[in-house]
């Protein structure tokens, strides 16, 4: 049985994580979720499917993955150490690091996979040993990852352990955009020692 301190926990982990991986962007909506075209729907076309130049049953090092969306701008980036095509939808990486970029094509989080599988038709990383997913704010570890690579959202499960670096900054209210900032403080003028 599950309290309810537990839940809102792991849904602040899922949101933070998809915070994450998406870069936070205005595109996130309803609780970190974001919002998926109905089946069938024209307006964007399929992103392009992950082109591997490795045959299956073979495997390669130094495996160097760009990803781009169907504009042409670079999403992520795979540097795996090793790769192993399974079969034509399969690739087991080992060692493998993953770089995320932002809209502005900066980049923004960094995932690092001991041994994950990517389905190349359906672009989703899974993984069931430790991953750990960087950013300059945070730090997030998971005994297990599913992360969409076209919807950029993630589910992290098992043990989860969060560190955040800059809680001050993240607590902190933000002013308003019509409110003027409040006066600073007149600095304290110094006392003679007695």
């Known amino acids: 049985m599950r309290n309810a301190g537990s839940c809102r926990g792991w849904r602040v982990v899922l949101i933070l994580l998809a915070m994450v991986v998406g870069g936070g962007s205005g595109a996130w909506a309803h609780n970190g979720v ?3 075209p109905a089946p069938g729907a024209s307006g964007s076309p399929t992103p392009p499917k992950f082109n591997v130049p490795i045959p299956v049953s073979h495997d390669a090092r130094g495996v160097k993955l760009p990803y781009f969306d169907q504009r042409g701008r670079l999403q992520m980036f795979f540097n795996i150490a090793k790769a192993y095509r399974a079969d034509l939808q399969h690739l087991q990486m080992e060692n493998a690091y993953m770089q995320t970029y932002d809209e502005k094509q900066a980049p923004d989080a960094n995932v690092y996979m001991t041994f994950s599988v990517l389905d190349l038709d359906t672009r989703i990383v899974t993984s069931d040993v430790p991953v750990t997913v960087r950013r300059s704010d945070f730090e997030i570890i998971g005994q ?3 992360f969409n690579t076209q919807t950029r959202v993630g589910h992290m499960s098992g043990h989860v352990r969060m ?3 800059n809680r ?3 607590s902190s209210p933000k002013p308003s955009p ?3 900032p409040a006066p600073a403080a007149p600095p304290a003028t110094p ?3 007695k």
């Open 144 to 146: 297990k990852m599913v």
């Open 178 to 180: 019509g409110s003027s």
């Open 168 to 170: 001050e900054a993240m």
């Open 163 to 165: 560190l955040i670096f």
């Open 34 to 36: 974001k919002e998926s």
């Open 191 to 193: 006392q003679p020692i």
